[in-house]
């Protein structure tokens, strides 16, 4: 049985075309993201936050936008680190050398930003 030119060639093509997937290119914001809590109640002397894999601390970044009440676990520095990937957490919070806040967290990051998969927005002392 002879094989047609035609069909030849598209099976070729058919069989090329599945060798060269290209993904679409990744269009990231340009906003930095952070994820926090609000503590009700005494403000927090002290905060950071533990990284759990190899308990690395983590300290707020200088001049990090944070409001009354609202302390950073994660930022977005942190997006490449977690590409891809989610790793667990714990923010610690202390008032006057007394450890009062351990948190725990699990925090993912796509391409382009953080984003918190599990752990409290909110507590009161």
């Known amino acids: 049985m002879k094989i047609s030119p035609f069909y030849t060639i598209l099976f070729s093509f058919l069989i090329s075309c599945d060798k060269v997937v290209v993904d679409p290119p990744v269009s990231c914001t340009e906003e930095f993201r ?4 609000e503590v009700d109640g005494d403000s927090l002397t002290q905060f950071y936050t533990i990284r759990k894999l190899n308990s690395d601390t983590i300290r707020p970044t200088p001049n990090a936008p ?7 676990v994660l930022n977005d520095s942190y997006s490449a680190v977690l590409k891809n990937k989610s790793e667990q957490f714990q923010f610690i919070g202390v008032i006057n050398d007394s450890t ?5 967290y699990e925090i993912a990051a796509d391409e382009c930003h953080i984003f918190k998969i ?5 507590i009161s002392l």
């Open 66 to 72: 944070i409001f009354d009440n609202f302390y950073e």
């Open 100 to 104: 009062l806040v351990k948190l725990d």
């Open 118 to 122: 599990s752990g409290p927005s909110y």
């Open 34 to 37: 952070y994820i926090s809590i």
